[in-house]
């Protein structure tokens, strides 16, 4: 497993963006994916991006398609998560994730970091 930390939450207003940073440490990511979940307040975590480490090829869910756009880094082992056109239904914490292999789960976890976006 890979250690992962996220950077860049916050508090903005219905419209704006920000984004998100996450660098794994402890060892050169060569795993399969890297992406991003949220949770919000009284609600399941749920899959927001992820893209292949290898190809860089992305994956949105439904709901964030076309707001925002999963890059990655591969010489700084990070990956992020740009959100534009942010809505009230974006606030969540989001967390970092690391998937090892074609097959497996995602298996590491950062703590999470808070997003909060306001009318």
């Known amino acids: 497993q890979v250690q992962l930390v996220e950077s860049g939450g916050g508090s903005v207003q219905t419209g704006e963006s920000l984004r998100l940073s996450c660098a794994a440490s402890g060892r050169t990511f060569s795993g399969y994916r890297m992406g991003w979940f949220r949770q919000a307040p009284g609600k399941e975590r749920e899959f927001v991006a992820a893209?292949?480490?290898?190809?860089?090829?992305?994956y949105y869910a439904d709901s964030v398609k076309d707001r925002f756009t999963i890059s990655r880094d591969k010489d700084k082992n990070t990956v992020f998560l740009q959100m534009n056109s942010l809505k009230a239904d974006d606030t969540a914490v989001y967390y970092c994730?690391?998937?090892?292999?074609?097959?497996?789960?995602?298996?590491?976890w950062g703590p999470g970091i808070q997003v909060t976006v306001s009318s």
């Open positions: 893209v292949t480490w290898s190809s860089g090829t992305p």
């Open positions: 994730a690391a998937q090892s292999t074609f097959r497996s789960a995602f298996d590491s």
